[in-house]
């Protein structure tokens, strides 16, 4: 019986076979979530991907307040009290990077960024997305690619280094210079820019090139996937669904590189026939992290709403109240996403797509 890392890792050669492989990367940090996901996994008898990403979870605590050891240990405690065989769970880390310290010189979120990949993968994360592609406070916009790819090779050398010495399995990676950011777009969507099958091409050689000028030849046979822009997003208002026929020449592109499946962020709130196309097309990874948290929202204040009828209390503050209250007493977390007008930051904070209660 394989691993579900190595059933990861076959991905691309499934595909090859005429399969269509796909999973559900659930970026959620939010106990409920995590256990829901568990136990949708146990009802289907399959993997479980579970992802930190960069701002959540890193050496330093993210916004959790929790590194990569301690969010395993968090992840693993809610699988055995759910009865989910830990043979099945994957843990994985997204944006793996200098995005949470872009604010600083190059040199000085590459050192952070080095710090936070090796803490994941001595914890024993064995799905780790090298994520090189913002800029940093000295560094040109946009960021050359053959930049990216060399700070991509300098993360998966680390990674390497740090499992060597955990001794534990050997990690999948993920690649790509065209990544949305964490969380959903906030900024017009209008002009949504489809990754062209050249780019994705050349993607892969000059990260090919760069793992091989480190002596990473081994690393780059387990590097399955590459973030790509098949024409989804969502922002505060606003979806985008998937169109296969944009994403025809994309999708093509895979004949071309057996190697890879692709990984397309931002599937949030896209319909099941969507879901559908996009795993058949190739995007066999599909994050989702929002939508998740949404619907727990939804739930949440749906509940409240029906205590409130039948169980009326003046002294108990309603849920929207109480929410309201700790998020404007904490608006690092949500107010540059939420562009205008008071009203409008009320209404988003709490029914934003790019929800961020």
């Not at 700070?151 to 050997?170: F, I």
């Amino acid at each position: 019986m394989k691993s579900a890392t190595e059933q990861l890792r076959d991905m691309p050669s499934a595909r090859c076979a005429g399969r269509r492989p796909g999973i559900t990367s659930v970026c959620s940090a939010h106990p409920v979530v995590i256990k829901a996901a568990l136990h949708h996994g146990l009802a289907r008898g399959g993997p479980v991907l579970i992802e930190a990403t960069c701002n959540q979870v890193n050496q330093d605590g993210g916004y959790t307040g929790m590194a990569p050891d301690g969010f395993r240990r968090f992840v693993e405690d809610i699988a055995a009290a759910v009865g989910f065989p830990p043979e099945r769970l994957l843990l994985g880390g997204d944006h793996l990077g200098p995005n949470p310290w872009a604010a600083l010189p190059a040199q000085e979120a590459m050192g952070r960024a080095v710090a936070m990949i090796e803490a994941y993968a001595a914890a024993g994360f064995t799905k780790l997305h090298l994520d090189a592609s913002m800029s940093c406070a000295d560094d040109p916009v946009p960021l050359p690619d053959e930049v990216i790819a060399a700070r991509a090779a300098e993360l998966a050398a680390t990674a390497e280094m740090a499992v060597r010495k955990a001794g534990g399995e050997p990690p999948v990676y993920i690649i790509g210079t065209e990544v949305p950011v964490p969380g959903g777009a906030f900024e017009a969507m209008d002009h949504l820019h489809v990754t062209t099958p050249e780019d994705a091409l050349r993607t892969a050689e000059i990260h090919r090139k760069a793992f091989r000028a480190r002596g990473l030849e081994a690393a780059f046979e387990r590097t399955i996937g590459m973030v790509v822009q098949p024409g989804v997003e969502f922002g505060n208002t606003d979806v985008i669904e998937y169109e296969p026929r944009k994403a025809a020449g994309l999708s093509t592109a895979l004949r071309q590189m057996p190697q890879f499946v692709f990984e397309a962020h931002s599937t949030d709130y896209q319909s099941a026939i969507a879901l559908r196309h996009l795993v058949s097309d190739g995007f066999a990874i599909l994050k989702v992290g929002p939508w998740l948290t949404f619907a727990l929202r939804e739930a949440l204040y749906g509940l409240d709403c029906i205590a409130r009828i039948i169980a009326p209390d003046k002294r108990r503050e309603d849920l929207p109240a109480s929410m309201d209250e700790l998020m404007t007493a904490s608006p690092g977390y949500w107010k540059k996403y939420y562009p205008g007008a008071a009203a409008d930051q009320y209404f988003q904070r709490h029914f934003s797509y790019s929800d961020r209660i």
